[in-house]
């Protein structure tokens, strides 16, 4: 089976995170403008870090929950397979899913870079154990970090709103869409606000690909989904997964 997973903040529900727009989501008390904008970052980069790092902190507190292991357990079975997530938190990767099936398409908070040039992104690893420490420091006295080449200002690695899109990540998208078409397309916990996430659900599954929304509620996507499967994530994949991995359909 040729396989396209989307997640959004609602599969990370389940784990202690909160959504963005669900009840109790972010940005029901919070104001997206003056915490995720490059203006917010701009205008007060300390609050910016703050949330940052206490958004950090919960998601290193938490752990994946069955819906991010189904999720991995599909990709190990699935032919081909391709996860893109619109969560920054770690969870999936932490479920065990490897980086090559997976695209963070809003970035990933665990990343720090400069605001000017790309530094911190390419060494990574180094960039991560060195960072650790200095983030220790940083956070206690929640200095706002600054780029060791330009000394310009180091802000989280997520895409803000208003931001384009990592050119890099659309382009693996797109060359996986362009690779055929997914016999199944699961779109769970997303309120699918963005028109992409709607336009690679449906591209993914055109003709005629099983397209499965899994979402308590109602969204944008629900009226091009081929079933809907009314369920918190964490209860519906595992059975769903579990299903396909017992007796994959006749193709
Ligand atoms: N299982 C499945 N779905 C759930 C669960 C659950 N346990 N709990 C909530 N949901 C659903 C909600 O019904 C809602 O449709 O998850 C969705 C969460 O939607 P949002 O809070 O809007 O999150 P998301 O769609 O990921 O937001 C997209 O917007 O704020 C920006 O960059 C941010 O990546 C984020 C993007």
Redesign the pocket.
């Known amino acids: 089976m040729r396989v396209l997973v989307l997640t959004?903040?609602?599969?990370s529900?389940?784990s202690g995170i909160p959504?963005?727009?669900?009840k109790d989501?972010y940005?029901r008390n919070l104001d997206?403008a003056r915490l995720a904008t490059p203006e917010a970052f701009e205008k007060n980069p300390k609050l910016v870090w703050e949330w940052y790092r206490e958004r950090r902190q919960r998601i290193r507190n938490a752990q994946p929950n069955a819906a991010h292991e189904a999720i991995a357990n599909l990709a190990q079975h699935a032919h081909e397979f391709l996860l893109i997530t619109?969560n920054v938190d770690d969870l999936h990767a932490r479920a065990g899913l490897p980086k090559e099936k997976m695209v963070q398409i809003?970035g990933d908070i665990f990343l720090t870079r400069c605001s000017r040039c790309d530094f911190g992104f390419t060494e990574r690893k180094h960039e991560h154990e060195h960072e650790h420490e200095q983030e220790q420091e940083e956070e206690e006295e929640n200095v706002v970090p600054r780029c060791a080449k330009r000394d310009a200002l180091m802000r989280p690695g997520v895409v803000w709103f208003g931001e384009q899109l990592p050119w890099n990540e659309v382009q693996r998208v797109e060359g996986y869409l362009g690779g055929g078409v997914c016999d199944l397309v699961i779109v769970?916990?997303?309120?699918a606000?963005f028109g992409y996430i709607i336009d690679w659900a449906m591209r993914a599954a055109a003709p005629n690909g099983e397209l499965i929304e899994?979402?308590?509620?109602e969204?944008p996507l629900s009226q091009f989904a081929t079933r809907l499967v009314r369920e918190?994530?964490?209860i519906a994949l595992p059975r769903l997964v579990d299903q396909l991995v017992a007796q994959p359909p006749e193709l």
């Open positions: 959004g903040a609602g599969v529900a389940e959504t963005f727009r669900g989501g940005w997206p619109q809003h769970a916990g997303t309120t606000t899994v979402n308590p509620e969204t918190p994530a964490a």
